[in-house]
């Protein structure tokens, strides 16, 4: 069965702190999709990344940057010299590609406070 | 730019009430999703539809149904709403691609049953 574990609840780090949010997930499937999504206070969830599982390379877009280790079944999100619009949940997400109904599996989120 | 809109954004219904929520997407995807969100749970599917009239269960559809007459819009009814159901509920969207696509979400509704 498929699984996403967020396993840090809450982080709070002062303003320009680079932050790593953590994601690790199951599956027995050998192709699928890796996903971000950012919710800020507004609520609506804001997609940030999809990686698919035969693409490791490491990604980096602007102050963001996401680390794919298959090995580890690993992906992890690092903000760098965070910045207090960054201050939102995030959730880490997956999805299989046996069924036709792009189902996602979501973690359970990881609430980030920026410090001014 | 996909725009996925819900009917309200807060809600205040009575227990036993029946209550509809809305969700419209204007970007002729096929896949439509209901989540609920709730502290420390993270997002739970509800149901999704991939087709108009066709609807499939997710993880938990106790309590609900939905309804997509349809492609850009997507239902879901509490037949009769209990406190437990209190919740931030998310609608999104996503088309059919070869491969899976990212979901598109609307700005939620928070219900309050009381």
């Known amino acids: 069965a498929q699984k996403v574990t967020q396993a840090q609840t809450e982080i709070s780090v002062v303003e320009k702190e680079d932050v790593t949010l953590d994601c690790v997930y199951e599956?027995?499937?050998?192709?699928?999709?890796l996903f971000w999504y950012k919710q800020p206070p507004s609520g609506e969830l804001v997609f940030l990344i999809r990686?698919?599982?035969?693409?490791?390379q490491n990604e980096i877009s602007g102050r963001y940057s996401w680390n794919f280790q298959k090995s580890t079944s690993s992906f992890n999100f690092t903000i760098t010299a965070s910045q207090v619009v960054d201050s939102a949940v995030y959730f880490c997400?997956?999805?299989?590609?046996?069924?036709?109904?792009?189902?996602?599996?979501f973690g359970k989120g990881t609430r980030l406070h920026i410090l001014p | 730019d996909v725009k996925v809109t819900q009917s309200s954004r807060y809600l205040v219904k009575r227990t036993g009430e029946k209550v509809f929520l809305e969700c419209v997407q204007d970007?002729?995807?096929?896949?439509m999703f209901w989540y609920r969100q709730d502290p420390g749970l993270g997002l739970r599917l509800i149901y999704f539809s991939y087709d108009v009239k066709m609807k499939e269960k997710g993880d938990i559809p106790e309590g609900y149904s939905v309804s997509r007459e349809k492609k850009e819009r997507f239902s879901l009814i509490l037949e009769s709403a209990s406190t437990n159901q209190t919740s931030m509920y998310l609608c999104?969207?996503?088309?059919?691609?070869?491969?899976?696509?990212?979901?598109?979400f609307g700005p939620g509704t928070r219900l309050t049953v009381t």
């Open positions: 997400a997956l999805s299989e590609t046996v069924n036709r109904d792009d189902k996602i599996i």
């Open positions: 970007m002729d995807h096929e896949n």
């Open positions: 999104a969207s996503s088309p059919v691609a070869a491969e899976t696509d990212e979901q598109y």
């Open positions: 599956t027995r499937d050998t192709t699928y999709y």
């Open positions: 990686r698919n599982s035969f693409d490791e």
